[in-house]
Structures are given as C-alpha cells and as structure tokens.
C-alpha cells in the first residue's frame, strides 16, 4: 500500500470495487471505520481515507440534533449522500449521510493520503507538501474543489466517486476535535500511525 511510501504520488494503489450508496444504509458506527483505507474522488482528485469522525442524530454535537433546517435537510434524507457545510464561515467540510431515512446521522471526512490529481491539490492550496494538502476537513475540500455546490449530490456519482479499500489497516479511535457537545464520545476513527491524519491520535 501507498501507507508506507515517502511519497503518495510515487504508487497509485490499485482501486476497490465501487461503493453505491447501500453502503451507508447501516449504523454510521459501522460506516466511519469501514471508511478508513477507501478511496475518494472528486472529478478523478483525491486519495485514501485516514481519518473520519461519526455524528449520529442523538449526539449533541451533530448538526442535526435539533432537527431539521434548510442547511441540514440532506442529513434527513435517505443515506449516500453529500452533506457540505461552511466551518466558521471559512471552511467547506464534507459528509457522508448515513443510516436510513430520518435518522440524520453523517461522517464527517477529516483526512485524506492523496494518491490522485496531486498537481491539482498543490495549485488550489498553494502547498507542495503532500501531507499537509488534506490533513484537515477544510484542506481537504480546498484540495479537492469541494464547496457547496457538491452539497445534497449522491455518492456513487460524477463528481464523487468512492471505491473499497483493498486491504485491511489497523484502525484506531479517539474523541473528537474542535467541539464543545459531547467531547467524551471516542468518534473519531483513523488509520493507526498514517502521516496524513490531520492530528494524531
């Protein structure tokens, strides 16, 4: 696997089969570790998945919590879709919607290892250094062209593209970051000792 090269951009790894949007129709605790290792595009840039947080209904934290508003409406919705937000006004982050119809629980996307389109991610971040282009939920989007016109858009097609991860890293978990709610949630999913997770765990 890339894991372990000193460059992402010197091996491509070989790509999972396509994930459809079934995938997310299960516990977003069962979704967010199963990400780990998976590859995400965006108009053929991106990389594999290092680090995710879940948000479930329930959780104080997420978005959805008090019920639905026009920026949160998709997280209502049925799973396998985008959720795009604005972080403190500055910051696009992107979501996955889980579970099933109602539920309104997402995985926030943290961190990528770029393995595609890595000339595309330096220009838009104005960076050479391959892990800092998306080790963090808004470099990530700014590395990858993700703003809210990628918001309420399925998964399992153009622009996204998600496929399987081909093997089987070790994954560890931890709390959250940059919140105030439920702080002692251990949410936040990674690959162990990955050089690109946004901050260790």
Request: proline share 8%; hydrophobic share 35%; net charge positive.
């Amino acid at each position: 696997m890339v894991q372990n090269s000193k460059s992402a951009s010197a091996e491509v790894p070989t790509l999972g089969k396509p994930l459809r949007r079934t995938f997310f129709d299960r516990s977003v605790h069962e979704v967010a570790p199963d990400l780990i290792g998976a590859t995400l595009l965006v108009d053929g840039v991106g990389g594999l998945i290092v680090e995710v947080e879940a948000y479930h209904h329930t959780d104080p934290a997420a978005h959805s919590f008090r019920g639905p508003t026009p920026r949160n409406q998709v997280m209502f919705g049925p799973p396998g879709f985008s959720y795009v937000y604005r972080s403190y006004g500055i910051h696009w982050c992107v979501n996955f919607v889980c579970e099933s119809e109602g539920s309104a629980s997402a995985v926030l996307i943290r961190a990528l290892q770029p393995t595609h389109g890595i000339p595309a991610m330096r220009r838009r971040r104005s960076l050479r250094d391959e892990r800092a282009l998306c080790s963090g939920p808004g470099k990530l989007c700014e590395a990858l062209g993700v703003t809210i016109r990628h918001s309420e858009l399925p998964l399992d097609k153009p622009p996204f593209a998600l496929h399987a991860r081909t093997g089987k890293p070790e994954i560890v978990s931890g709390v959250r970051i940059g919140i105030t709610k439920a702080v002692e949630l251990p949410w936040r999913y990674g690959w162990k000792d990955s050089k690109f997770l946004s901050r260790r765990f």
